[in-house]
């Protein structure tokens, strides 16, 4: 019986609120390794990706409209490495998108 197993197995999906799901390094890894090995991927192919949909969630959540002023002002935090690569294609996409984003 599954209710027995102890500690309970893994999920693939973590739920931080209702309706919002993540994945874990593990996952996220592994999706990686995936689209590298298997689809022939590249780094910047993914990081392309990553870029695009962080810039639209922000355009999903953050609609033009939202802003009190006529400047749509974002600011941008990147650190080193793939990550802060994403932040660098998000903020063009957002520039793009008509916001005015500030890279720090």
Known sequence: CLARLWPPPPRAMQSAAPGLK?????????????????????????????????????????????FTSSQLAVLIVCGPGNNGGDGLVCARHLKMFGYQPTLY
């Not at 874990?24 to 695009?52: C, N, P, T």
């Open 22 to 66: 993540f994945l874990g390094q593990k996952e996220a890894q592994a999706i990686d390794q995936e689209l590298f090995q298997e689809y022939r991927f590249s780094v910047d192919q993914l990081m392309e990706l990553a870029g695009l949909s962080c810039a639209s969630a922000i355009a999903k959540a953050y609609p033009a409209g939202s």
